[in-house]
């Protein structure tokens, strides 16, 4: 896969945007840890654990985004971005719009799993 050529329902970022959206996962993934020491610090209730999954679904969206080459706000807008950052162009037919649409809900309900699971994870662990 290209990272110069928008792909329909594949490929809408190119590589500048990509390493947005690895900043955004370690930006995520830092808050989730932070959270995580904090909520086992303060001995809070093991319901308020279930608050970490905001975090983790920056994480989680921001590392499946990157893996994917992939923005799925791009792709619900019918954008994409190949190019340098803030030079965003239109996708031209309703068949890639269409392709870019599945493949953003893919990425959305892909990086919920990922967050819900490790948010259970954190909830039920024993201390």
Not at 44 to 56: D, H, K, S, V, W
Request: aromatic share 8%; hydrophobic share 50%; net charge positive.
């Amino acid at each position: 896969m290209s990272s110069t050529q928008y792909i329909p329902g594949s490929c809408n970022i190119g590589t500048g945007e990509v390493r947005r959206r690895q900043v955004v996962a370690i930006i995520g993934s830092i808050i989730s840890i932070l959270s995580f020491v904090t909520l086992l610090m303060a001995d809070a209730p093991r319901n308020a654990r279930f608050g970490i999954f905001i975090p983790l679904m920056i994480a989680s969206v921001g590392w499946v985004q990157s893996r994917s080459k992939f923005c799925l706000a791009y792709g619900f807008a019918g954008t994409f971005n190949m190019g340098k950052l803030g030079d965003i162009s239109r996708v031209a037919d309703a068949a890639s719009k269409a392709a870019d649409r599945k493949t953003a809900t893919s990425i959305l309900l892909k990086s919920t799993a990922l967050a819900a699971a490790l948010t259970l994870l954190v909830a039920l662990l024993p201390f």
